[in-house]
């Protein structure tokens, strides 16, 4: 199972928008809307952020945004504050019942 | 609260074993699919293997498949991955994440670190 492709890196400034792509196949991303994205701080776990495409969880800032187009995903963060730093990743459920995850995008806010 | 404390790792020889264990507290634990996902250093995430809540359904990632089993005792709330055949290329931070009715980890544990070098 080929990983999802996400860009390396993606930067803005405070108060922008950026978007993250993540791209995969009709077996995996295109195929399910069981999409997630993670993020992840220097030394840290991972936490959840985007489920099932478009839902975040409780607590999670209405910032963080998700959707699907066919073959690719996206995860779009407004209002860009210094704290969301930090490298994302996507998964998503696969057509073999199982989990693929993307490269990790490492987000720079200048 | 809901919390994953994984352990088992350490330092093994190319070949060797290691079982690495997942202490769940805070949630039923018995109601819910379990995954193991490692980070070798400095690279991304990658999936291992996911159990069901009663262990009906098990997966594996090709990587591992034939060398790890996964398994999982609810009456002690814990999960297991048991690593076999160990190679350089399994070194990583290994963690435990709670899945849910629809695909998604949540939450994670701090992970444990596993090192093959001879």
């Known amino acids: 199972q080929s990983a999802l492709t996400q860009p390396a890196s993606v930067s803005g400034s405070p108060g922008q928008s950026i978007t993250i792509s993540c791209t995969g196949t009709s077996g995996d991303v295109g195929g399910y809307n069981y999409v997630s994205w993670y993020q992840q701080h220097p030394g840290k776990a991972p936490k959840l952020m985007i489920y099932?495409?478009?839902n975040r969880p409780s607590g999670v800032s209405n910032r963080f945004s998700g959707s699907k187009s066919d073959n690719t995903a996206s995860l779009t963060i407004s209002g860009l504050q210094a704290e969301d730093e930090a490298d994302y990743y996507c998964?998503?459920?696969?057509?073999?019942?199982?989990?693929?995850f993307g490269g990790g995008t490492k987000l720079t806010v200048l | 609260e809901v919390q994953l404390v994984e352990s088992g790792g350490g330092l093994v020889k190319p070949g060797g074993s290691l079982r690495l264990s997942c202490a769940a507290s805070g949630f039923t634990f018995s109601s819910y699919s379990m995954n193991w996902v490692r980070q070798a250093p400095g690279k991304g995430l990658e999936w291992v293997s996911s159990?069901?809540?009663?262990?009906?359904?098990?997966y594996y990632a090709d990587s591992v498949k034939g060398r790890f089993t996964i398994s999982r005792d609810n009456a002690k709330n814990s999960l297991y991955l048991q690593m076999n055949s160990l190679r350089a290329g399994d070194t990583a931070l290994y963690y435990c994440?709670?899945?849910?009715?629809?695909?998604?980890?949540?939450?994670w544990g701090q992970g444990t670190l596993v090192t093959v070098s001879s």
């Open positions: 994440a709670r899945d849910s009715v629809t695909p998604r980890f949540d939450p």
């Open positions: 099932e495409v478009n």
């Open positions: 159990i069901s809540s009663n262990s009906n359904y098990i």
């Open positions: 998964s998503s459920y696969t057509s073999r019942s199982t989990v693929v």
